[in-house]
């Protein structure tokens, strides 16, 4: 079954001494980009497989979880948001998320690797092609952290949908990336990020929302669980003004749900949505610590 193929590793985790390795059907692109390295390759069970640096970006598999999880739970919770922004995300799947809310106004997408969009037009059409087609997308290319700094277009959610800090993802998990991303928030608005695996990548976290509380008054996370970003509980990094909007009740968001369409999902729900936010013991504790520092 799998001899004689050629298996590509996901290195992120060296440091740990830990690796998983996929054995692969075929590559479908392989390039150094001016940025990164990015391989593209068929899986027999996870379908397309995109790895840039040796890091798991996107399975078709499994994709749904994390571009439905950083999507609805954000535009929801927030109930009226107009302006969206996405930090990264070039193979497009958090954006055609975003846009099946008719809600949204405009969508603002700002990509360092024009090398990841270009390749996901071939390879990723069940995303671009929605988004490239739909008039309220607007596509950048530019570092996110030039981006945040200049622009002055304000912004009602900011999804960071960034790899992970390493090469030019790195300067997106600091904390002037954050400030700069707070200067274009409007009131009310609401910050997510990728924040690693906490029983692997347990610093990402806790240094994450340390800087979020220094810029906001609500720093915080929510989980799912995403199999191919390995490690269990993924947690996704919250930042807003207003800590009630991750403890709004069920029928709440099932109501703005219901005004943004009631489009079809695959894992996120009214319930989903909710319970994301009940941290386990653990990654409760991880956040908790991230207060002690910052007084
Ligand atoms: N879902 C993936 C994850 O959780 O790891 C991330 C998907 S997306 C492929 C990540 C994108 O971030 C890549 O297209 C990469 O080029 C982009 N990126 C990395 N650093 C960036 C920066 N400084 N500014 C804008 N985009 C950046």
Known sequence: MTAGKRW???TLFDDLGFRITYAV?????????????????????FGKVLMLDGATQVTSKDEFIYHEMMTHVPILAHGNAREVLIVGGGDCGIAEEVLKHKTVRRLTQVEIDASVVEFSKEHFPEFTGPVLSDRRFDLVIDDGMNYVTKTDRRFDVIIVDSTDPQGPGKVLFSERFYRACRRCMNAGGVMVTQNGVPILQSDELVTGIRKFRKLFADGACYVAAIPTYVGGHMAMGWASDNPKLRALAVATIAGRYKRAGSFPTKYWTPE???????????????????????R
């Open 272 to 294: 989903v949505h909710v319970a994301a936010f009940a941290l386990p013991r653990f990654i409760a504790d991880k956040v908790a610590r991230a207060s002690k520092r910052s």
């Open 25 to 45: 059907e075929r590559v479908l692109y392989e390039m150094q980009t001016e940025h990164q390295h990015l391989v593209l390759f068929e899986h027999g069970f």
């Open 8 to 10: 590509i590793p996901e």
